[in-house]
């Protein structure tokens, strides 16, 4: 079956790193484009990065542009989020979503906690 798997989450303090990787099976992942997703408590999910299939195209939230990189292994089936110079106002469950015509998978997200 589908699975988006994530991981790399946890508590940093402010200016510091953290790199997200979502593990894919069940489909063929280099035919799907990949996004990262993040949602605050009491907010809307926003997307936060995405990468076309190949890999050639990325695209960013104004918010973490110069931050955060997006990348993808097709031969790992696995998306990553760079994410550095992170934010307090970064802190949010951080979703993974593969996303082709009219299918949609999704992960069950990671916590990512900046706080000093």
């Known amino acids: 079956q589908v699975q988006l798997v994530e991981s790399g989450g946890g508590l940093v303090q402010p200016g510091g790193s953290l790199r997200l990787s979502c593990a894919a099976s069940?489909?063929?992942?280099?035919?799907?484009?990949m996004n990262w997703y993040r949602q605050a408590p009491g907010k809307e999910r926003e997307l936060v990065a995405s990468i076309s299939s190949s890999g050639g195209s990325t695209n960013y939230q104004h918010s973490v542009k110069g931050r955060f990189a997006i990348s993808r292994d097709n031969a790992k089936n696995t998306v990553y989020l760079q994410m550095n110079s992170l934010k307090v106002e970064d802190t949010a469950v951080y979703s993974c979503n593969a996303a082709r015509l009219w299918l949609d998978y999704w992960g069950q997200g990671t916590q990512v906690t900046v706080s000093s």
């Open positions: 069940g489909f063929t992942f280099s035919s799907y484009a």
